[in-house]
């Protein structure tokens, strides 16, 4: 059933859906090189949640944009667990080479407090694209 929003009244999925854009950020590690004709082989986004919730659907977007923007092969993977570090290890043990980005939400505040991570925000990562 289609409901009709009425103006200047945000409804919950709207809001929900600003939400994790404004949450949500594609980090690099800041080594990463990019030569003359990069890609050669697709990009993978690893997204720090399963799938379905907001941050995996911001990024599947994201992803998809990516691809369509600039005729990649962007493929979107989700590795969650331990409040993203399962995901920040993942991305970390791959070669700094750009194809292996991650897709984040609330970015390294609970990881490195909780202890999943050793990763260093300010040393190791990038950040590629920040929601308003």
């Known amino acids: 059933m289609k409901?009709?929003?009425r103006s200047g009244i945000v409804n919950r999925r709207s809001f929900l859906a600003g939400s994790a854009a404004a949450a949500?950020?594609?980090?690099?590690r800041p080594q990463d090189a990019r030569a003359a004709?990069?890609?050669e082989k697709p990009i993978t986004?690893?997204?720090m949640y399963?799938?379905?919730?907001?941050t995996d659907v911001v990024m599947r977007l994201i992803a998809q944009e990516?691809?369509?923007a600039k005729g990649w092969?962007?493929?979107p993977l989700n590795k969650p667990g331990?409040?993203?570090g399962i995901a920040t290890n993942y991305v970390l043990s791959q070669p700094a080479d750009g194809y292996t980005l991650l897709g984040a939400a609330n970015f390294n505040k609970f990881v490195r407090v909780m202890g999943h991570t050793k990763s260093k925000t300010w040393e190791d990562w990038t950040i590629m694209q920040g929601g308003a």
Not at 24 to 28: A, D, M, R
């Open 3 to 5: 409901t009709k929003q």
């Open 82 to 84: 331990a409040v993203g």
């Open 45 to 47: 986004v690893v997204i």
């Open 73 to 75: 092969s962007v493929e």
């Open 37 to 39: 004709g990069w890609p």
């Open 50 to 54: 399963a799938a379905g919730g907001g």
């Open 24 to 28: 949500s950020v594609l980090v690099i």
């Open 66 to 68: 990516m691809a369509k």
